[in-house]
């Protein structure tokens, strides 16, 4: 039976997505149970074992569907006012009453769970493919060293808030501010030059 | 009865932090179980179950003897060096084979846990304000602006490093010199600089 985009097919995702964030907001990655997340959706359990089989392949497919949604960068033409409003993005998920939670969850997942770890690697790489041209830019407009690496300063911005996470401290709008001006300063400063070629005889 | 400091409770302390670790590193935070410690470390149930009552307790209790346990600050004189071997001191902690693990179901606990994440948050004020004084002799030796917030600093040379880890790709020396470099060159534009304080009228 042909199944349209936007049918049934992606109505089942949709739902099992929506539920299993829901389950891991409530109970962790550790309490997260193929059955629950099937009663949850109102979808039948054989469903969801057949198409996601594990709970790390779950999670997975839910970071890869929160790839696909998240929002386009901003482009002001400034850099530091793109990278600021990258930070404060990263500093709004972060506290979101239930991104917040969700990501917690995640970063614990990744933590001790390498399928999990691999997965969140791979929809942090989509971000930071997002965001680097931006970083680009600012190198052509001779803003930044030209052997500065993009993908590195954007990552240098999260690095701060995902830090202040961790230790138990919440990042503010003022940790974001000065974690996207540090990493202009140290990327004018020529910390996040790419390695430099070891020239061919 | 007395007891004598590096007496019996000092040894059945150290008995039961050594088997708390070995626990955590194998089957993590969730998986840890005070009878199973006790069992671990060859102390009674009730002595355990007594003294640390509630697992979190039990891996707090680990941190701050952690927390006591740590190397001084290396004091080089030079802000780079002291950074560099700050920042290479945490990479080799967390890729360490034992230490690793360890620090991974610490931070995976914290994310889920207030009480551990509060645990967490003292251990690293504690690594801070042993650091710290580095940066405040930079700030006398007049290599850093006067309005730097030394705390900042050494927070900024660590997050990199945590970052790193969270994205599954674990840090190395490299990312420990560029942890150091952008710290000094952000420190350097005066981007940890202390909030000025409002005039009073």
Redesign the interface.
């Known amino acids: 039976m042909a199944e349209r985009p936007g049918g049934r097919t992606a109505r089942v995702r949709a739902d099992v997505l929506r539920a299993a964030e829901d389950a891991l907001i409530e109970k ?1 990655f ?1 309490g997260l149970d193929l059955a629950d997340v099937a009663r949850r959706a109102v979808v039948g359990k054989t469903t969801v074992y057949r198409r996601w089989k594990t709970v790390p392949a779950l999670v997975a497919d839910l970071l890869a569907d929160m790839a696909e949604q998240s929002l386009p960068r901003t482009d002001t033409g400034s850099l530091a006012d793109d990278l600021r409003a990258n930070a404060r993005l990263v500093q709004r998920t972060l506290t979101d009453p239930r991104q917040g939670p969700l990501f ?2 995640f ?6 769970d ?1 399928e999990t ?2 997965a ?2 791979r929809f ?1 790489a989509v971000r930071v493919a997002e965001w680097a041209p931006c970083v680009a830019d600012a190198i052509t407009r001779g803003d930044l060293p030209a052997d500065t690496a993009p993908d ?1 300063v954007i ?2 911005v ?3 808030l ?2 202040r ?5 919440p990042p503010t709008l ?1 940790t974001a501010d ?1 974690a996207a ?3 202009i ?2 990327a ?5 030059a790419v ?1 430099p070629k070891i020239p061919q005889r």
Not at 107 to 112: G, H, I, N
Not at 165 to 169: A, H, M, P, R
Not at 188 to 192: L, S, V
């Open positions: 962790g550790a917690r969850a970063l614990a997942a990744a933590l001790t390498s770890a691999a969140l690697n942090y590195e990552r240098a999260s690095a701060p995902y830090y996470l961790l230790t138990g401290d003022e000065t001006a540090a990493a300063a140290a004018r400063a020529g910390a996040y390695a």
